[in-house]
């Protein structure tokens, strides 16, 4: 019985570090920050909507750190 339950918690930490991505942090614009994981999509529904940030307004709530 001991053998079968090492044999699952080996099976499930070998899974979960085979499907675990890292986030890597981007600062978009002041205080705002996207988490980018994996590959992104050629298609970007914000690019493609024409919209821009009102970085006056941001810049005057001040800046974040990186969460």
Known sequence: MRHYIFFIYLFVALFNKAGAQSLQWQQVAPGVWK????QPETYDLLKASGSVPATEALQKMGNSPCP
């Open 35 to 38: 988490g980018i994981a994996g």
